[in-house]
């Protein structure tokens, strides 16, 4: 059986928010969507299936933490990340770029060889191309690949910035031509410039010409107020291509999905409801829950009264906390789940009033009660 193409339509749109649909050869995605992170072939603390009934539609994986440990190769021979992982989802794999820059003892970077640098987790040296990065997605066998950047630590220098977009975009035209034509996957380019909007509008217009299925969002999350991420994002949503998803890379609390979202943004993904289900703090529809607080020992209601998922209701806040201060794992299993179901209700939501007309109210109550 032929394997769909990758495909993605704008149903609707109230504003410049929009929903859509991405088919790919492994199921629909409904946009705006949240993908939880399954950097190392998983999401933390979770089990695959569990990630399914919240109506998570896709995952993240990262191709530097997968090339270090286990290896491609041990996944690749048995035929990819779905296999490896025992996920029916489409995965989308980031190109390693970032963790690349912010964890690895770089060495240097060469604008022919790539990045050049030493593991963070034994010192081993790798050198990642745009074409290796390629590659490596190719053997992982993801839905959506990302092309290889730079991504740039948050700095006010015009020239420095400059130089590190003028990098990205040609590491992306090496990442299309290694890409070749796969029409049953996607390849995402990636959209720098810092906080400069000339920058960043002469990043997108170099990648339109080259042509991608998707465009991302990079270089954001890595400092900045949400003040200079919207103004970075008000800059870009009237160049954005119309007919092409639009990818908002490491975002973020659920205020910053909800201001993305008004400017048109159709894809998130962050590490930040796991994460923090693993510390004991909770996201609802009225607010955060620090679990470990001592007011939740003689507090019996569930997390959520509002949450739609049954078996997540099951727990009460003064059990939850008894697990967190002992120590349990079970502690963060719970909340790692509340919290990505939390995020998916969240895009429901957000799917459900940008089809109404209503968005606008939905966002001035919830952007900054959440």
């Not at 919240?54 to 994986?61: D, N, Q, R, V």
């Not at 003892?105 to 963070?120: Q, T």
């Not at 740039?152 to 910035?161: A, D, Q, S």
């Not at 159709?266 to 994460?275: A, I, N």
Request: aromatic share 10%.
């Amino acid at each position: 059986m032929a394997l769909k193409k990758f495909k993605f339509n704008v149903i609707t749109n109230d504003k410049f928010s929009r929903v859509g649909l991405i088919k790919t050869s492994r199921g629909n995605i409904q946009t705006p969507t949240f993908m939880p992170v399954g950097t190392q072939a998983t999401v933390k603390a979770a089990f695959i299936d569990d990630i399914i009934k919240t109506g998570s539609e896709i995952i993240l994986c990262n191709t530097y933490h997968l090339m270090i440990r286990p290896g491609v190769n041990r996944i690749s021979k048995i035929g990819g990340l779905h296999k490896f992982m025992n996920c029916k989802l489409p995965i989308l794999t980031d190109s390693g770029g970032f963790q690349v820059m912010s964890l690895s003892k770089l060495n240097k970077v060469d604008r022919e060889k790539g990045a050049i640098f030493r593991s963070h987790i034994d010192g081993k040296k790798f050198v990642l191309s745009p074409e290796e990065s390629i590659k490596i997605q190719k053997k992982l066998n993801s839905d959506i690949i990302m092309v290889m950047d730079e991504c740039p630590k948050k700095t006010t220098n015009y020239e420095l910035i400059k130089k590190s977009m003028n990098l990205s975009t040609y590491w992306a035209k090496r990442s299309k031509k290694a890409f070749g034509k796969n029409t049953h996957k996607a390849l995402f380019g990636i959209v720098q410039g810092g906080l400069f909007k000339d920058l960043r509008i002469k990043s997108l217009n170099e990648l339109l010409k080259i042509e991608f299925d998707g465009y991302a969002i990079g270089g954001l999350a890595v400092g900045e107020t949400q003040k200079e991420m919207f103004d970075v994002l008000d800059g870009l949503k009237e160049f954005m291509p119309h007919d092409k998803p639009r990818y908002l890379m490491g975002v973020g609390t659920p205020s910053d999905i909800l201001g993305a979202v008004k400017r048109g943004i159709d894809m998130f993904d962050c590490v930040l409801p796991t994460r923090s289900g693993r510390t004991g703090l909770a996201f609802t529809w009225n607010g955060r829950v620090n679990i470990r607080n001592a007011k939740y020992k003689k507090d019996n209601n569930p997390l959520d009264l509002k949450c739609t998922n049954k078996n997540l209701l099951k727990y009460s806040r003064n059990y939850i906390n008894h697990l967190f201060n002992t120590n349990e794992i079970l502690g963060s299993m719970i909340l790692t789940l509340h919290n990505v179901n939390f995020y998916q209700e969240l895009m429901k939501e957000i799917r459900k009033n940008i089809k109404k007309g209503t968005f606008d109210k939905f966002y001035n109550y919830y952007s900054k009660k959440l």
